[in-house]
T-cell receptor
Framework: NAGVMQNPRHLVRRRGQEARLRCSPM?????VYWYRQLPEEGLKFMVY????????ESGMPKERFSAEFPKEGPSILRIQQVVRGDSAAYFC????????????????FGPGTRLTVT | QQQVKQSPQSLIVQKGGISIINCAYE??????FPWYQQFPGKGPALLIA?????SEKKEGRFTISFNKSAKQFSLHIMDSQPGDSATYFC?????????????FGTGTLLAVQP
């Protein structure tokens, strides 16, 4: 059973470009969370999505950042007009639905996408 | 009220010793407390977790102690090994509410010396 998959693993963007990060949850998981980890810091929650719905985006910056989890395909975190301060590791986690296999409150993380803005 | 405070920031333990990492939370609505282990360049891996209905949970060499009245919980790693050298994060969440987002501590860098 494959774990959470993220791609790309490393992404380099120039200031002003767009960054698009993809996350495929574990099989059977329908909840996706995005977290950001700045160098030498802990993980900060950004957004929580279920299929086709944003449940909690309280950690998302109000501008330039957006996320989606379509009915088909991976979840995508999009950062428009990137700035140097966006350089960080972005992690996706997934959990099963309530009533599904496993505990719905356990979040399993992917390997992350390391974004570097030059 | 959303913070989770973790200490120490770094820890050096001799092989075979006990590693102890502490966390404290403020929000009494939190009811799920996991610990994650992260190696450099990797994603966090769920290590062990506890709900507030028990005061201790043990899995192999890893034990969580939970003190609900003090709003504190700790990770104990018995017989620490060099392979345990990693960064450890505690976290907390309110399960079943509008969101299951995890609030993380700032991490503890553990080095186990051979």
């Amino acid at each position: 059973n494959a774990g959470v998959m993220q791609n790309p693993r490393h992404l380099v963007r120039r200031r002003g470009q767009e960054a698009r990060l993809r996350c495929s949850p574990m099989k059977g998981h329908s909840h996706v969370y995005w977290y950001r980890q700045l160098p030498e810091e802990g993980l900060k929650f950004m957004v929580y999505l279920q299929k086709e719905n944003i449940i909690d985006e309280s950690g998302m910056p109000k501008e330039r950042f957006s996320a989606e989890f379509p009915k088909e395909g991976p979840s995508i975190l999009r950062i428009q007009q990137v700035v140097r301060g966006d350089s960080a590791a972005y992690f996706c986690a997934s959990s099963p639905p309530v009533g599904g296999q496993g505990n719905s409150y356990e979040q399993y993380f992917g390997p992350g996408t390391r974004l570097t803005v030059t | 009220q959303q913070q989770v405070k973790q200490s120490p920031q770094s820890l050096i333990v001799q092989k075979g010793g006990i590693s102890i990492i502490n966390c404290a939370y403020e929000n009494t609505a939190f009811d799920y407390f996991p610990w994650y282990q992260q190696f450099p360049g990797k994603g966090p891996a769920l290590l062990i977790a506890i709900r507030p209905d028990v005061s201790e949970k043990k899995e192999g060499r890893f034990t969580i102690s939970f003190n609900k009245s003090a709003k504190q919980f700790s990770l104990h790693i018995m017989d620490s090994q060099p392979g345990d050298s990693a960064t450890y994060f505690c976290a907390a969440s309110k399960y079943g509410g509008a969101t299951n987002k995890l609030i993380f501590g700032t991490g503890t860098l553990l080095a186990v010396q051979p």
